[in-house]
């Protein structure tokens, strides 16, 4: 009987065991030392001093469309207000519409919405398609609802036309867009060039 009860105890002295492993490793979060982590983080460049820094990012993301969306940047940072928006700079963005022609973006900066990849070009920005130019300091893509939205200092041109405007709302699907003035007292300025020449 002796026998009988050490091995119920060496049993149950087992299972204790497992259980308080099973606690320690799985449930209890474990304290982390967070200066040896700003030790790792530290960086001698001001722009990588984040530890949310990824560089030679790209996303790619289509819609029931057909259409694509891929946007890439030299360095992204995820911000730590809103976990869904990066910050990237050195941008480059082509929007790949079917049966139409592409659709290319750089710039400086954006801003990236990772669940619905609205994106919000500043600095800088030069978007080409076709025969058209354009260049603004500031842009809005919104890819689900197919528009983009260019404003400050717009200057559109193409083989035979250059406009100069504050802001051009363009429709993706069917190309149609409108130009605009933010003050209804000045005018747009439209210069029209006879074969290519002013």
């Known amino acids: 009987m002796n026998k009988r009860i050490i091995i119920q105890l060496i049993l ?24 040896d982590i700003k030790k790792i983080i530290t960086s001698t460049d001001s722009y990588k001093n984040s530890s949310n820094i990824i560089e030679n990012i790209r996303y790619k993301s289509s819609d029931n469309l057909g259409a694509e969306y891929i946007i890439t940047a030299k360095y992204g940072e995820i911000l730590e207000t809103s976990s869904n928006l990066m910050l990237m ?43 058209h130019n354009l260049t603004c300091d500031n842009a809005d893509l919104f890819f689900k609802d197919n528009k983009i939205k ?36 000045k005018k747009i300025k439209l210069i029209y060039k006879d074969n290519g020449r002013n």
Do not use: R
Not at 17 to 31: C, P, S
Not at 164 to 179: F, H, Q, R, V, Y
């Open 12 to 35: 149950f002295f087992i299972v204790i065991l497992l259980i308080t492993l099973f606690f320690f490793k799985y449930l209890v979060k474990q304290n982390i030392d967070h200066s």
């Open 89 to 131: 700079k050195d941008v480059e963005a082509e929007v790949i519409s079917v049966d139409q022609e592409k659709i290319f973006i750089t710039a400086t900066n954006a801003t990236y919405n990772i669940i619905d990849y609205d994106t919000n070009f500043k600095g800088n920005i030069i978007i080409k398609f076709g025969e």
């Open 150 to 185: 260019v404003y400050n200092n717009v200057n559109y041109n193409n083989l035979s036309t250059d406009i100069l405007a504050d802001g051009l709302e363009i429709d993706l699907l069917t190309k149609n867009s409108m130009i605009y003035m933010n003050n209804q007292n």
